[in-house]
């Protein structure tokens, strides 16, 4: 009776120390999990009239869950810029337009409504399957690649533009602050190009890939393209294709972004006619 007795006290011992370890150890894996997917490191890449703050790796292959983007654009405006969007009247705003977020959290509503707004650009364009596509993938255009996606943060000096380019996957952004103009190329009738097939190119830096963009040398741009701009708290997408070239003003400006981790520059050689109003490029933020 007495080793029966000590058997069983040691048992629950046992099972006591088990259950401790083991509830420690939940603890652990959903802070490492956090940490990982909300605080992610990132880097800062300095190149002419542009400076980008990405993710050190992109986004994981598949889905990307029903709780994407959460908390993360939030604390990545805030890591890489020291802004508290929250706190912006851009964010303000944003928070207002309060989609259906089944959490409390501020940060998590305010990129649940982030999503939703820009999911309502792609309805609108016709185009949401392209959006849809990447959630369900974690990937865009597979006639590109496919091209795998990262959180980007996008500062773009005063007095900048970029070249002319098409984009070979989805992108949406989110004024941060300042002013952002474009040149973008509206008319349905022009064919897009979704497959892009990367060449390789030598450069003073060594020789590297890049992705080219559209032939428009039989558009004629005085028809066929608008201004736009977009201030803090604004948002604009591109879907597959589509052509801009982003400039900026004295104000300059900070993007959020979901991106491709680079675009296809039109060819000088093959831009659209009568294209004078397009800025020179100044700043480069892909190679």
């Known amino acids: 009776g007495i080793r029966m007795a000590v058997g069983a006290t040691k048992a629950t011992a046992m099972m006591k120390s088990f259950a401790f370890t083991f509830h420690v150890y939940l603890i652990l894996s959903i802070f490492s999990q956090a ?3 909300d605080d992610s490191e990132i880097r800062q890449i300095k190149m002419p009239g542009v400076v980008l703050h990405k993710t050190s790796s992109p986004l ?3 889905p990307v869950g029903d709780d994407f983007p959460g908390p993360i654009p939030v604390r990545f405006i805030k890591k890489a810029f020291g802004i508290d969007a929250l706190g912006t009247p851009g964010g303000e705003q944003m928070l207002k337009n309060s989609t259906l977020c089944a959490s409390d959290d501020v940060e998590t509503q305010f990129g649940a409504n982030l999503l939703a707004r820009a999911r309502n650009m792609f309805e609108k364009r016709g185009l949401v399957q392209e959006l849809e596509a990447f959630l369900d993938t974690g990937v865009s255009n597979p006639d590109a690649g496919p091209r795998r996606m990262h959180w980007v943060g996008i500062e773009i000096f005063p007095d900048q533009s970029l070249a002319l380019h098409s984009h070979p ?13 474009e040149w973008r190329l509206t008319d349905p009738a022009v064919e897009k190009k979704r497959s892009y097939v990367p060449v390789t190119v030598e450069t003073d830096e060594g020789v590297h890939s890049k992705l080219v963009g559209p032939n428009l040398t039989m558009v004629d741009a005085s028809q066929t393209f608008e201004h736009k701009l977009y201030r803090e708290g604004d948002m604009f997408i591109n879907t597959i294709g589509d052509v801009h070239q982003s400039f900026t003003r004295a104000e300059g400006v900070k993007l959020f972004v979901m991106w491709g981790d680079g675009n296809a520059d039109v060819p000088n050689d093959q831009l659209p006619m009568n294209a004078g109003f397009l800025n020179e490029q100044s700043a480069q933020a892909w190679t």
């Open 35 to 37: 940490v990982s997917s």
């Open 60 to 62: 994981d292959v598949g």
């Open 169 to 181: 996957n989805v992108e949406f952004a989110y004024i941060v602050e300042g002013v952002m103009h």
